[in-house]
């Protein structure tokens, strides 16, 4: 296991934007042979649960799915309802891109961010996070340039990434091989700055020591810190 990485090495982080030539905005991300698209939709409506309510701005959603062979045996879609695993993920993608986007810019309208995993080797809602961040990264800058948004609506950089203890040490960016064997696993969401947005997860087997949960966490941010850095350079 983790032959070729450091316990605090990151796998390699490649972002493509603007891979789909109708979305508003878009990413592919390889990150190690985990490979999911993100699309930025804008939607001129509100959701239903906003409309008449007097909602000042916009909203921010996020759709996620793992695609049929994104995994060892063929993925079942989900055609009618998303499993309670769907909802979560998609819930926390949907958290992390709100929190950091200005939707008082998009009056009446949501954005929707559809997370598509097209190859899964651990990882996938992290990448979901940075892949949805670049595509709004994409369509914000678009926008700004059309003279449809008055300043730019992300207030913050944000990286995202799973940390976990397998076999009693502390790894961080955990391939599948170590996910399914981690006695606790973590998903830490952080500004570029070193804000926490989230984190997500916990204890798979004995209660954790809480100096060392706190340690987890701060590696968890110093990565997502990083994970901007190798990614901003990569943005459109």
């Not at 030539?21 to 239903?48: C, F, K, M, N």
Request: proline residues 5%; charged residues 20%; contains cysteine.
């Amino acid at each position: 296991m983790r032959e070729h990485r450091e316990p605090t090495q990151l796998r390699p982080i490649t972002i493509t934007p603007g891979v789909n030539r109708y979305a508003e905005g878009s990413a592919l991300i390889h990150w190690g042979h985990t490979q999911v698209l993100s699309t930025v939709t804008i939607d001129t409506r509100l959701p239903p649960h906003l409309r008449g309510k007097g909602h000042l701005g916009g909203w921010l959603s996020a759709e996620y799915a793992l695609l049929p062979r994104s995994t060892q045996d063929r993925t079942q879609r989900e055609r009618l309802y998303a499993s309670g695993r769907t909802q979560e993920i998609q819930r926390l993608i949907g958290r992390a891109l709100r929190s950091i986007t200005n939707l008082t810019l998009f009056p009446n309208r949501t954005l929707i961010i559809d997370v598509d995993v097209l190859q899964a080797d651990g990882g996938t809602r992290c990448a979901g996070i940075v892949a949805g961040y670049a595509a709004l990264h994409q369509a914000a800058g678009r926008l700004v340039y059309a003279g449809e948004i008055s300043e730019w609506p992300l207030s913050h950089e944000l990286g995202a990434v799973s940390i976990g203890i397998v076999g009693g040490e502390t790894f961080i960016d955990l391939e599948y091989s170590e996910d399914v064997e981690a006695g606790a696993d973590l998903n830490v969401i952080a500004t570029g700055d070193g804000q926490v947005v989230e984190v997500q997860g916990g204890s798979e087997e004995t209660p954790i020591p809480a100096e060392r949960y706190v340690q987890m966490v701060a590696s968890g941010i110093t990565a997502a810190q990083r994970i901007v850095e190798i990614v901003r350079p990569q943005l459109a």
